[in-house]
RNA sequence: GGGCCGUUAGCUCAGUUGGAAGAGCACCGGACUUUUAAUCCGGGUGUCCAGGGUUCGAGCCCCUGACGGCCUACCA
């Protein structure tokens, strides 16, 4: 049984050998327009009479027997075309071999119909390009997800809300660049196959090199081999790079994403702070005209960041009217802590967080912590916050505070409910670094945890000739895109997430 | 990993109590020289995700699986 699509693509494949046999050639190698479609609406809008040579994809046809409208578009925008039989001649008989979704160049005189639609009128038509396959419908464009994502091309074709995400993606990475560039930051490039895959919290992606016969890493952050950088007296440096992370997806994690991290020496993690609220600020004017933007329901100003510690987000996420909420502070071991939180649930949801809490006797004191963090910090911070000062033990690279060595320097960046970016002053003293590797070498053989902060050794060395005091900082592109664009889930502002092969 | 939902024509979607697989767009044929979701006339083109099962009979009910979405978990 022949289905369908190949009915489609038999009746194109016809067409293509009528082309051909016209001598026409249906894929030639080259057509060079004079303008763009929108160079040509421009110069139309500010001149009036016009000719020109255009190509763009048809994406809709209006045949009215001896004449012919067709809209055509390429990357620049979209126009209508007159085909006149009158005009064309012997040529008017090739549209009939033609197809919503071929490429065509057209040349002629720009005009406006009677209905106000500046249009081309053809003097001149040229095949580019002959499409087998039928484009998504006009009106619906294409709406199954999984068909949008690993299919994004026709998503593209068929959609300029999806085109508009990935512009926008771009102008944000384009005003990020100018503005650490405007700062005097210096862009690198790190490796991102690593001996050691440190400088984060994460399950890495293993690989292996033949000729060194050796495990090599994909990077799960580009943190150490940045401070390495400052170490050899690049004092600001910044990389925009992809990073891995061997883990599950969601509307907010995919495995492969894009990273900011900067770090600038003789600055602590107040500037940073400072810094942040700078350049979301900058990037937000740039891309959208305005820092005060749409999420969801919710209305954000990104030109200012709240400021709060994770003792008192806790404290205030977790109270609830009459009963004041957990203060980490009253709870300096996993064991207290794991009582309080127990009580928690059994009082707070339990149908929720019992089953959601599950493993909690496992969990080191900072797991714990971080487990309140991402059931009742992160969610509800929408607008722009920055909680700062975290406990040491989830935060192996970040510099004590001086008053207070359980905290460090520490701040997260959070908006629309989401981790946007992580700062801190960074550690220095590599015989306290050395310490704090340890340490998490002993909970992980301890806690079974492979995503535990693992030792560079290499780094170590570095870090012995010495680092000066410096703010670093590293920031979810994909996320802070969402922010901009207003969408809700992560695969929506990557071109093509990742998705499990077909079977 | 767990729960819920989805998968029907190229695309967007209907499909009643288990009783002959449908519509719009696209496509094919015809008409039409200012249309624009063009219009008018005619044409339905299918591995109902896959594999089992129940039944006289399954798109529909049951089981298993695949893929996807959401929630949840994991994820500084």
Redesign the pocket.
């Known amino acids: ?5 190949d ?2 693509a038999r ?1 194109r494949l016809e067409k293509l050998s009528r082309i051909r046999a016209c001598g026409i050639d249906p894929y030639p190698p080259r057509y060079h327009r004079s303008h763009t479609i929108k160079e040509v609406l421009a110069l139309f809008e500010q001149g009036g009479d016009l000719l020109t040579r255009l190509a763009g994809r048809i994406t ?8 012919t ?1 067709m809209d055509i578009r390429d990357g620049s925008g979209r126009i ?1 075309l007159y085909l ?3 005009i064309l001649g012997d040529k008017y008989q090739l549209l009939k071999s033609l ?2 979704g071929d490429f065509i160049g057209a040349t002629g005189r720009v005009f406006r ?5 500046v ?1 081309l009128e053809v003097a001149d038509l040229a095949i580019l390009s002959k499409s087998l396959r ?1 484009l ?12 949008r ?1 690993r299919q994004r091309y026709l998503d593209l074709v068929s959609s300029e809300e999806v085109r508009d995400i990935f512009f926008v993606r771009s102008h944000i990475i384009t005003a990020m660049r100018r503005f650490f560039d405007g700062r005097g930051f210096l862009e690198v490039e790190t490796p991102v196959l690593q001996p050691v895959a440190a ?4 399950r890495p992606f293993s690989t292996y090199h033949h000729t060194l016969d050796q495990t090599l890493y994909l990077r799960i ?1 580009t ?1 150490l081999y940045l401070k390495r950088l400052i170490i050899g007296g690049l004092d600001r440096v910044y990389e925009i790079g992809r990073v891995f ?1 061997n ?2 997806t ?4 995919n495995p492969e994403f894009t990273m900011l991290e900067s770090y600038e020496a003789y600055a602590d993690y107040e500037d940073v702070m400072e810094m942040v609220e700078e350049m979301v600020t900058f990037i937000a004017e740039e891309v959208l005209g305005t820092a005060q933007i749409q999420f969801g329901v919710d209305k954000i100003d990104l030109s200012h960041w709240e400021r709060i510690t994770l003792r008192e987000a806790i404290e205030k996420a977790t109270g609830r009217g009459d009963r004041p909420g957990i203060d980490i502070e009253q709870y300096p071991d996993a064991e207290s802590l794991r009582g309080a939180m127990a009580r928690l649930a059994a009082e707070d949801a339990p149908e929720r967080l019992v ?2 809490w599950s ?1 909690l006797e496992k969990m080191s004191r900072g797991k714990l912590i ?2 309140l ?3 009742f910090v992160e969610p509800n911070l929408i607008q722009p916050t920055f909680v700062l000062d975290y406990p040491v033990e ?2 192996p ?1 970040a510099k004590r505070k001086p008053d207070n060595e359980r905290l460090v320097e520490r701040f ?1 960046a959070f908006c629309g409910g989401m ?1 946007v970016a ?1 700062a801190f002053t960074e550690l220095n003293d590599p015989i306290e670094q050395r310490e704090r590797f340890r340490e998490q070498e002993q909970l992980r053989s301890l806690l079974g ?1 492979d ?1 535990l902060e693992r030792t560079d050794d290499d780094f170590l060395q570095a870090l012995e000739y010495g680092m000066p005091p410096t703010g670093g900082l ?1 920031m979810g592109i994909d996320r802070l895109v969402m922010v901009l664009t207003g969408k809700q ?1 992560i ?1 929506e502002v990557i071109l093509f997430p990742q ?2 092969a ?2």
């Open positions: 049984m022949p289905s369908r699509i009915d489609l009746n809709a046809s209006r045949p009215m027997g001896r004449a409208f209508q006149r039989k009158d197809d919503i119909t009677g209905s106000g639609e249009t039928p998504a419908e006009k009106w619906h464009g294409l709406t199954d997800v999984e068909k994502y400088g984060a919290m994460a952050a943190e992370r883990e599950g969601s509307t907010h994690h089953a959601d493993g971080d487990k963090i991402s059931s989830l935060s690279l997260e981790e992580n945890d995503e590293g889930s695969r998705l499990k077909k079977g």
